[in-house]
């Protein structure tokens, strides 16, 4: 199987609609659907059900949908390492840290300089993401740590450590009603018919169904929460980094978000090794 077939299924696997997989993939729509029939004859398998009206995946499908993305996170992964293993031998060492952006803030300020002063360091590249987004830059190579947040990130797959765990607060307009509250709780925000939750976009880039406004980053939710237009449900140490004219309220049932440092688990980077024990000494 050639991973240019590999592509180009899971391309027409996650559009399910051929039209659509080949304008992404920037090719025609016939040679797509001929190297999709190839790969399945090769395979001795249907892979999709096609109607006038619609692409479904049939069951291996499904399967080669899933093991054919880490798959191809694994080739991209080896690319990003080898370039990088490149750079280290001209001289140009690097160890790319992956966050979300808005989260962690202070606690990432202590990690870097804590690490900068270790023997041996070397230079970090901080790549601020999307919410969510760090799992994929670690899982395809493009990162070589990542903070993460459970239970939001998944973290199947890597080698983890714990680095703090902490309640959640609401982040409300300072002129709410809520916002004069000692304490709330989950179905106190979801009777707030004036202040919807926001809607972040999934891994495919869509927006989930919903009243609430569509965000990209912490910066934009913040000030829609400042504007009375939504509101923030965020780990407590996001208190930090709010302005006056928002409130923070310990949300009591909400659940706890543990913070972990991540890595691949084959990863045999001494710069890895001693940035995770700076983490977890801070």
Known sequence: MESRELRYFVAVAEELHFGRAAQRLGIAQPPLSRAILQLERRLGAALLRRTSRSVTLTEAGEVLLREGRTALDALEAAEH????AARA??????????AKAGASSELLAKLLHAYAAEPGSIHVDVMLCRPGAQERLLRNGQADV???HRPFD???GFDTEEILTEGQVAVLPAAHTLATRKTLHLKDLADAEDLPTPRWPGPDGTYPAGPGPEVQSHTQLLQLVSLGRALMVAPDSCRSQLRDDVV?????????????IAWPPH????????????????
Not at 89 to 98: D, F, M, T
């Open 81 to 84: 390492r080898a370039q990088r």
């Open 267 to 282: 990863s045999r980077s001494q710069a890895v090794a001693t940035l995770v024990r700076t983490a977890l000494r801070l």
């Open 146 to 148: 990542a903070v993460l």
């Open 89 to 98: 031998a001209a001289g140009r060492p690097a160890l790319v840290l992956a």
């Open 154 to 156: 998944e973290t199947t």
């Open 248 to 260: 923070a309220v310990p949300v009591m049932d909400a659940p706890k978000v543990t913070t972990v």
